[in-house]
């Protein structure tokens, strides 16, 4: 499509961003439009593969992205009760040149100032929260609360699981609670000394888990995360405060190890699970969906985040590689739907990375070599 494309991205989130990044790097005039008054320090950690350094790569924040976060030693998972452990997958250098980039644990907001780095200044406008979309022929009104109107070539959904840009596509639908809880802490890790904590764990149990990390390199910030079955909870619940109590409580069979961690959390958080049926359809008209908006997955394989960001590489490059924006986002959809659809349905089995198995599929995926013509 021609550079002079104006192109609206409803949703300042990682999927957003990133694929702002790419698309001003290839010339595009791309503006940010995020219903937040502004950015702050809010949400806990992400991990990220292979994949996503080579996106990193391409906008050129790889190394610092690095150097903020950590690279773990290993992804170990663990029996809740017994402690053995089941899996120990190391990444080191081997693994790197294997799969063609590193792995990374990194706070997501340093992630995200990371990612804003990228952007061209004036990109992003806050306080913009879209109320709709209509097609005007030859282009895309968006309507926003706050009473303004804006005019674009093509509009891309980045605006997570209640996306405004999905209901004009597809209807309005709730999104789907899974049944169980998340309880997430993020706390200093002078509360766990002498507690043997592995940079990246996963304990696995009767129909629950707990994932434990690292943030930076420094080690000296711990982000632990839970998800344990509940019927007290639904889709439109609001997150709420928890307490170490509740971990405790989800866990009453912990290993010395894991109660160890468990007492040491602090500054806890409850909210529920969602994620939404899957729906193949993407786009209608000028307006496309990434990231949640999309194909929401549960958090039990650690790749939503993932998803979102090679969404971004490949919806990029099929934007600038047909001739209409309905082209491009067929292209898009048909490139990347088998290899989400395998993640959402490993996702609900949360079977990942329990056992030994091959990884090479996921973690060796590079969403700059995808063929996208024979997508098409």
Known sequence: MDR??????????????????????????????????????????????????????????????????????AFVSRDVASGAVLNEFVFDAVAERRFGGPFVNIHRADLHRLLVSRLKPGSIRFEHHLAGLDETGDGVRLTFVNGARVEADLVIGADGIRSVVREAIVGRATPRYVGKVALRAVFPASRAVGVPIRDCTKWWGEERHLLSYFMTERRDECYVMAAVPSDAWHADSPPGPGSREDFLAAFPTAHPDLRALLEATDNVSLLPICDRVRNDVWSAGRAVLMGDACHAVRPFMAAGGSMAIEDAAILARAIAACNSPEQAFHVYAASRIPRVGDVQRISAENSWMKLPGDTSWFFGYDPFSDALDQAA
């Open 4 to 73: 002079a494309t104006r192109i609206a991205i409803v949703g300042a989130g990682i999927a957003g961003l990133t694929a702002a990044g790419l698309l001003q790097q290839q010339g595009y005039g791309v503006t940010v439009f995020e219903q937040a008054e502004n950015f702050s320090r809010i949400g806990a950690g992400i991990i990220l593969g292979a994949s996503t350094a080579k996106v990193m790569r391409r906008l050129g924040i790889e190394d610092v992205m690095v150097r903020t976060g950590i690279k773990p030693d």
